[in-house]
């Protein structure tokens, strides 16, 4: 099974990193109800548990559903946009609809993304979500009685939660999520929508005038990112190892994923990469592959060279993990990577820009 992304050629400029502090509260809550999954959140979790009230931490429980696998559409970015306080992302979900506010609600308290679920809790859903946990059947039962006023008790407990445990969390995490943000940025600047063939499980489609990002999920769906529907790239710490995608009806799509830090490349890595940049050919390839992707035969007509001859030396590249591909029917096309580059010296990218 598998989600799949069609990303139109008008989509170009709909492609934005955005980082969002009520997703990364929202990871937190879940690390904290899930802490085995989270083990690099464990001091965190640690903290908040040696300093939350027990009224707080009873709250938490309560809620969790919303922060599990299948994280209720609302507690990632509603809209594209600038940076947002957590208080401002708050206000925008006190203003959504109440019928989408419900509707995404049910979506997370059943975990399946059915997005034909009517905005109304009637008994049979009720049903379904009492088979699946009494925490999830409570929750359902509070909405359909009062949705507006479930809506208010959860917007006061994520305000005091993050007063208590978040506050003081988010200023050390934007540093890797600023450094992981500008990297993002630099790639889809470079390579647009392929770049998004970099995440995990991903895997690029090029036809009909249209690219296919093909996500390995554990549910089927197909969404589309045009001018008019933004894909935003929300990265996390404490969401860490988790891989999410939303495609809510009318919103934009969301993906959140790791912000890793870049691994530091082992030394056999680095010694096989400068050994394979010591050769002028492979360098004049770098230089022509910078830019934009390329295939083999237009680089044999650019260098002069063989077809045979330029996939020898791109698979040295290749094998020194200096360089993306992505198929395009029967076309394999080729681009250097420009971090794996930077990583071995600032000094050698500025050459190859020149």
């Known amino acids: 099974m598998a989600v799949s992304l069609l990303v139109a050629p008008s989509a170009a400029g709909s492609l934005a990193v955005q980082q969002s502090p009520l997703a990364e509260l929202c990871a937190c809550l879940h690390a904290f109800d899930e802490p085995g999954h989270h083990p690099a959140s464990a001091a965190w979790v640690a903290r908040a548990n040696a300093e939350l009230d027990s009224g707080l931490l009873a709250t938490a429980a309560a809620w969790a559903p919303l922060w599990g696998a299948f994280r209720a559409r609302y507690l990632l970015p509603l809209s594209a946009g600038p940076r947002r306080t957590l208080e401002a992302e708050l206000e925008e979900v006190a203003g959504l609809p109440i019928g989408d506010f419900v509707a995404m609600t049910v979506q997370a308290l059943i975990g399946k993304n059915d997005t034909e679920l009517a905005p109304r809790l009637g008994e049979e859903t009720l049903h379904r979500l009492r088979l699946i946990s009494s925490s999830r059947m409570e929750i359902g039962a509070r909405l359909r009685a009062d949705p507006e006023g479930s809506r208010q008790e959860l917007l006061a407990f994520l305000r005091a939660f993050a007063a208590e445990a978040f506050d003081a969390e988010w200023p050390a995490l934007r540093p ?73 009806p009318g919103y934009p799509v969301v993906i959140q994923y790791s912000a890793d830090e870049p691994a530091a490349p082992s030394l056999e890595t680095a010694r096989r ?37 330029v996939s020898r030396h791109l698979r040295r590249l290749r094998e020194a993990q200096l360089v993306h591909t992505h198929r395009r029917g029967s076309v394999v096309y080729y681009q250097l990577d420009a971090d794996a580059v930077e990583r071995l010296g600032p000094d050698l990218l500025s050459v190859l820009y020149r």
């Open 176 to 248: 890797a999520l600023d450094r992981d943000g500008a990297s993002r940025e630099r790639d889809l600047r470079r390579r647009g929508a392929l770049a998004l063939g970099d995440f995990p499980t991903a895997a690029v489609e090029n036809g009909a005038g249209r690219l296919r990002i093909v996500f390995d999920k554990l549910y089927s769906a197909t969404a589309r990112v045009d001018a008019g529907r933004p894909c935003l790239l929300v990265p996390t710490v404490h969401g860490r190892p988790h891989f999410v995608i939303k495609h809510y």
């Open 273 to 309: 990469r400068l050994a394979a940049l010591q050769d002028p050919t492979r360098l004049r390839l770098c230089y022509a592959i910078l830019r934009n992707p390329v295939a083999t035969a237009e680089l044999a007509n650019q260098l002069g060279m063989t077809a045979p001859q």
